[in-house]
Structure formats: structure tokens, C-alpha cells
């Protein structure tokens, strides 16, 4: 029989073996106290923008125009209840002669037109081309439609002006040359009269041009309404449809809208498809002049008009925004810092010429939440644009697309 181990060996060894184990303990302790284990890793969430349909992501738009021209003191005081119910109108502009043979305006000194520029156009007004001499262009050959709407876009240079939208004397812009020779001029778009029914005015080119859409697949039963739905671009730009305003005491038109009880389902409608409407008035509150339209009623379009949710902008800014919209590319680039998304790069670009193309455009994206209720600036080129801050993730910002990056920088 083999004698165990003396007592006092025994200790020993156990007391050894313990304290190997706790050096070990200790030894894991520390090891993890210098060394820390490497975190996860994390990669921040991309930012998707977009460009809202339009600006300040209003459900529709709409565009007032008056085929007459602006008189400073007139009354009815048209300009000033459309201010008052914070809206904006376009006027017309024949740089030449009217039907009559008449001169409307003498040129840039005439009183109408420095009362527009002056005190219109400051507080958002505007105006459209609307012919050199207002003729029916449709009669005339493409090389001569084209010299007519040259002199309307080059004389409203001179003047001072910006020509983008154009609206045909007596909506005479049916035929395919008449709308090239405008494309041909430089203006961007063209506005049309659109009646409920079609009237038989030039009623083979109606024909014509509905068979031809019908081959397309573009007809539309709603034709008041442009850009409706997802729809980035009209079908035609040289072909907008816009509503004619006429009382029905003025020549009994059923197929105009003859007050604002026919025009209120429109205005739903055109929120309903998120469209762009266009009116067109002649002659408000003058039972005299051709075109009439009752004072009281315009007043009620007015109110109904401001109490939906309408972008209300010229012809002139709308098609600006929609053709800068169409050809619009975003580019984002976030940069983290060690406490949170330190900056923001945003690039918009259209490839268009930002000499006229400088309308801004309304970008939407959910900013960090870490940026949640905290001013960020915006600068671009080292200049200070803006600050803003905005207590939910969703932000709505003013961009032009010049193709240069924006920096968004969040402020402690």
C-alpha cells in the first residue's frame, strides 16, 4: 500500500492550485479592462431625397391669368383682393398691335407696363407672351408664325422681361407647325382654351387632333387638368389646357365655367389628381368688354382658391419648376462624426442652363434624427444660405439645381 501524501504537501498543492486560478482571474480581468472589445460596426442609413411634385409640397398648383393688362387705380381693385387673399395673377403681353390694328402698349415707358414690373412683379405677379399682333396664328405658315412669336419673345427682352410662357390669341394654337414655330421662338410653353364640350370651332382640326391622340394612348376626359398623378411632364407643352372664364350672360357659353359654383368641383378634382390648372379670364367685372366675368363670382374663386391647398404660381414659374423637376438629379453624401452625422452634402444638378432654369425646387428627405429640433445651415460655395430647423424628421428644402453641392451643417 502506498502511504499518501503528508498532510502538510498536501496543503501546499491546493493552496497552489487556487492561487493559479485567481492569477488567471485576474489575468482575464485586466485583459479585458486595457483591451476593449471592438464595438459593432454600424453604418449609417442612407438619405433618400427626392423633389416634391411641387413646391413646398402642395397637393396641386394653379395659375391665374388675366388675358387683359394691368391699370394701375382700376376698379374693380382686381390686383389688390387677389394680394389680399395672399395669391398671385399673370397678365398678358401683345407687344404689338391688336386685332383692331390698335398698339396696346407703346413700349417699356408705358404706364401699364412700368405699374406691372414695378409694383406687380415685386409681390409675385407676372406675365405671358401673348402675341406680337393678336392674330390667329393658325392661319398664318410655320415661317410665318415663327416670325410672329420672335417678335413677341425678343421685344419682351427689350422691355426688360423674361419670356417663359406663352398664351395663342384666341387660343389659335391648335395646328402642329403653329406649335413648333413656338418651341422654334424660345418660349417654353403654350396655353390653349379648353370648353366643356369642345366648341365646333375649327372642328376638323379637332377631329384631327383627337384621332391623332387617340393613336397615342393620351386622350384624356379630364383635360383641364395637366400633370395629373405620377405624371412628371405634359403630353404636350406647346398644347396646356387651361379653363375659360366666362359668364353666362356674356354669350351664353355652356361651355365655359361660368361662376364658382362650376368651378369648385374642378379645384377638388385638381387636388383629387394633383394637377395644374390654368384659368383664364378676360374683361372681370366690365359686362361691356368682350369676355366678361361677374366681379362677385371672381372674388368667390379667389377665396375658394386660397383656402385649399393649391400652389398658386404663374404660368411662367410653373413651367420652370416642372421642366427643372423632370430633368432633376439629387446626390447625397453623409458624414459621420464621433457624435452623430456631422454634415450633409446635397448636389442637384437638371443639365439644364441655370441662367434661366434657376427656379428653386422643393427637396424632401428625413434628416438624421439626431438633428431632430436643432438649427442646421446651409451654405453653398462657402455662403451662408440659410438656417433651419425643423422639430420632425420630414424636411422640405429650397434648392436650385446649379449643380453645385449644398452643405448642411447641424449647429450644437
Same mark, same amino acid.
Given at each position: ?15 497552489? #492550485? ?25 453604418? /449609417? ?26 391699370? /394701375?387705380?382700376?376698379?374693380?381693385? !382686381?390686383? +389688390?383682393? &387677389? ?9 398678358? &403681353?401683345?407687344?404689338?398691335? +391688336? ?35 393678336? !392674330? ?11 416670325? +410672329? ?35 422654334? +421662338?424660345?418660349?417654353?410653353?403654350? %396655353? #390653349?382654351?379648353? %370648353?366643356? /364640350?369642345?366648341?365646333? $370651332? ?6 384631327? %387632333? ?29 398644347? #396646356? ?39 383664364? $379670364? ?10 366678361? $366675368? ?34 432633376a438629379v439629387i446626390t447625397v453624401e453623409v458624414v459621420e462624426g464621433s457624435t452623430g452625422t456631422e454634415s450633409i452634402e446635397l448636389t442637384l444638378s437638371d443639365g439644364l442652363d441655370n441662367g434661366r432654369f434657376n427656379h428653386p425646387l422643393t427637396i424632401l428627405f428625413d434628416q438624421p434624427m439626431d438633428w431632430v429640433g436643432r438649427p442646421f445651415t446651409v451654405s453653398q460655395d462657402g455662403e451662408l444660405l440659410d438656417e433651419l430647423v425643423f422639430d420632425t424628421e420630414a424636411v422640405m428644402l429650397p434648392l436650385k439645381p446649379n449643380e453645385r453641392p449644398y ?6
Amino acid at each position: 500500500m502506498t502511504n499518501p501524501l503528508p498532510q502538510h504537501c498536501a496543503a501546499m498543492m491546493t493552496t497552489a #492550485l487556487l492561487l493559479g486560478v485567481l492569477l488567471l482571474a485576474v489575468g482575464c480581468q485586466f485583459q479585458a479592462a486595457d483591451v476593449p472589445a471592438p464595438a459593432p460596426a454600424t453604418t /449609417p442609413a442612407p438619405l433618400n431625397a427626392s423633389v416634391a411634385k411641387w413646391l413646398d409640397n402642395h397637393t396641386a398648383a394653379i395659375s391665374i391669368t388675366n388675358d387683359d393688362w394691368p391699370v /394701375p387705380g382700376r376698379e374693380p381693385d !382686381i390686383d +389688390s383682393y &387677389v394680394m389680399e387673399q395672399g395669391l398671385v395673377m399673370g397678365y398678358e &403681353v401683345v407687344t404689338g398691335n +391688336s386685332y383692331h390694328g390698335d398698339p396696346i402698349f407703346s413700349g417699356p415707358d408705358d404706364e401699364r407696363i412700368v405699374y406691372l414690373m414695378s409694383e406687380l412683379v415685386p409681390k409675385g405677379f407676372s406675365y405671358f407672351g401673348h402675341g406680337h399682333h393678336h !392674330i390667329d396664328h393658325d392661319e398664318l405658315s410655320y415661317e410665318e408664325a415663327l416670325e +410672329s412669336f420672335r417678335a413677341n419673345y425678343d421685344t419682351m427682352k427689350e422691355w426688360g422681361m423674361k419670356p417663359v410662357a406663352y398664351a395663342y390669341p384666341r387660343s389659335a394654337g391648335h395646328e402642329e407647325e403653329t406649335q413648333r414655330a413656338l418651341e422654334a +421662338s424660345g418660349f417654353l410653353s403654350g %396655353r #390653349l382654351l379648353t %370648353r366643356i /364640350p369642345d366648341a365646333f $370651332y375649327r372642328l376638323p382640326v379637332r377631329i384631327a %387632333r383627337y384621332f391623332r391622340q387617340l393613336a397615342q394612348g393620351t386622350t384624356n376626359p379630364s383635360k383641364f387638368y395637366n400633370l395629373p398623378g405620377s405624371q412628371l411632364a405634359p403630353d404636350n407643352w406647346f398644347g #396646356l389646357m387651361s379653363l375659360e372664364m366666362q359668364s353666362i350672360e356674356f354669350e351664353g357659353c355652356d361651355g365655359c365655367i361660368n361662376d364658382n359654383d362650376e368651378l369648385t368641383p374642378i379645384l377638388d378634382e385638381a387636388l383629387e389628381q394633383t394637377a395644374w390648372i390654368i384659368l383664364t $379670364y378676360h374683361a372681370i367685372g366690365k359686362p361691356e368688354w368682350w369676355g366678361w $366675368y361677374d366681379w362677385g363670382e371672381f372674388q368667390e374663386d379667389i377665396r375658394s382658391i386660397a383656402a385649399r391647398d393649391f400652389w398658386t404660381a404663374s404660368m411662367n414659374d410653373i413651367t420652370l419648376y416642372v421642366r427643372e423637376r423632370e430633368h432633376a438629379v439629387i446626390t447625397v453624401e453623409v458624414v459621420e462624426g464621433s457624435t452623430g452625422t456631422e454634415s450633409i452634402e446635397l448636389t442637384l444638378s437638371d443639365g439644364l442652363d441655370n441662367g434661366r432654369f434657376n427656379h428653386p425646387l422643393t427637396i424632401l428627405f428625413d434628416q438624421p434624427m439626431d438633428w431632430v429640433g436643432r438649427p442646421f445651415t446651409v451654405s453653398q460655395d462657402g455662403e451662408l444660405l440659410d438656417e433651419l430647423v425643423f422639430d420632425t424628421e420630414a424636411v422640405m428644402l429650397p434648392l436650385k439645381p446649379n449643380e453645385r453641392p449644398y452643405v448642411l451643417r447641424s449647429r450644437p
